[in-house]
């Protein structure tokens, strides 16, 4: 099998790419990965994937005509986006650009699927589910981070296990999350119309080593790494105590998903799926505090209670349908995920030097 994988130098591109690499040591599975190298840090995962005889293309996806070099594939795995949820309203990138990067490059991708007859797998995210209904959300303070209040009525698609794929995902989203949902529609409406299988998969807060260390794309690296250095972090918004709380997941647990999602060959009745470390893998910036205050000594944070328009208190993701339909579940917990980012901090002295744009 011949598969393409799209941001292939991103952390979560070349995690996949390794980790299918590895997986499928015995079997015929051939990678290759376009990425444009516009993030910082992408360039460092460059040697390993030529070292382990992944063939690389420089290119952006946005260009139609940068991918007609490529390869006949079997499938795709779209990991190539913006991923911040500033993105278009941050300064640094215009909405012009988020759209072009998330949703005309997802066209680009399907019209290359349509032409190969090739399966493919879009990497979604939790932020295509509405702003406005988690942020109104009942929830309550306890142990530093914020939870459901399970005393209070619910709206649909919400529990104590999390937001389930029938959640909201009425406007506003964010650019960002607009972007994703956008691509997730024309994705399955390709499917239904050239008649080539497609994968829906909105992951929640993914994080591990050698993630790039930015506070709006990759907070666990970012807050890690700043808090060993002791540079200048703060709690944003409700009220600046850092209770906001997530769920995180390792993308290699999505290896065996995907793998499983190369060889269906039947017509389920949905292609949407949530995957995230759900409530056993969720954590505030406080509990997160305090795990590197024993990891690494303490470090002042400080408070600022100036609320954003896209922030939200609280997500979960159920996962509930993927462990049904999939019998997936999340391998690494919490616990080893931060240990892991710690150490890679630990030797990585200059990781926020090559990773973030300061």
Known sequence: ???????????VGSTIACTLQDERRAEALTIFGMDNFSRPGSESNRHELKRRGIKLFHGDLRLGSDMDGLPAFDWVIDAAANPSVLAGVDG?????????HNLASTVNVLELCKRHKAGFILLSTSRVYSIPVLAGLPIVEKGGAFMLDSGKPLPK??????????FSTVPPLSLY????LASELIALEYAHTFGFPVWIDRCGLLAGAGQF???DQGIISFWIN???RRHPL?????????????????????APLLLKQFDYCGQPENRVFNFGGGPASTFSLLQLSRWCDERFGGSKIEADPASRPFDIPWMVMDSSRAKLFW??????????ILDEVARHAQEQKDWLDVSADF
């Open 1 to 11: 099998m011949k598969l393409l994988i799209t941001g292939i130098c991103g952390f």
């Open 177 to 180: 999350g607009a972007s994703k």
């Open 226 to 228: 700043a808090y060993l």
């Open 327 to 336: 019998d997936w579940q999340p391998r690494t917990n919490l616990a080893d």
């Open 157 to 166: 698609g919400v529990s104590a296990q999390g937001v389930t794929e029938e």
């Open 234 to 254: 703060k709690y944003i918004g409700f009220g600046g105590h850092g209770y906001q709380s997530r769920d995180v997941l390792h993308p290699r647990d999505l």
């Open 92 to 100: 640094k990138t215009s909405s012009r650009q988020i759209l072009e």
């Open 213 to 215: 260390g930015r506070a």
